[in-house]
């Protein structure tokens, strides 16, 4: 079973910034497609951006420019790098690959 982890959240002001991790218990990083969603209190889930094997990336509008998701094979951990942060990406941040889910961290972002 693998297991995914998140950490990185906090709170911080509007314009700042935050880096958040999401570490594999196994290696499936590498040969699967990892994607980062969110969800905003009171919202549904939302896809934030995915990497692929092969390293393309793909951003929702909303974040494009202010985002950028990373892959570190070697220690079966992606990355999401976001700045420029607006109170709107207030939201617990969660970590996909396959059919598993990390539980979620939380970045607060105020004005």
């Known amino acids: 079973q693998v297991q995914l982890v998140e950490s990185g959240g906090g709170l911080v002001q509007a314009g700042g910034s935050l880096r958040l991790s999401c570490a594999a218990s196994?290696?499936?990083?590498?040969?699967?497609?990892v994607g980062w969603y969110r969800q905003a209190p009171g919202k549904q889930r939302e896809l934030v951006t995915t990497?692929?094997?092969?390293?393309?990336?793909h951003y929702v509008d909303s974040v494009k420019g202010r985002f950028t998701i990373s892959r570190d094979n070697a220690k079966n951990t992606v990355y999401l790098q976001m700045n420029s942060l607006k109170p709107e990406d207030t939201a617990v941040y969660y970590c996909?690959?396959?059919?598993?889910w990390g539980k979620g961290t939380l970045a607060t972002v105020s004005s």
């Open positions: 996909n690959c396959m059919y598993y």
């Open positions: 990497i692929s094997p092969g390293g393309n990336t």
């Open positions: 196994g290696k499936i990083f590498s040969i699967n497609l």
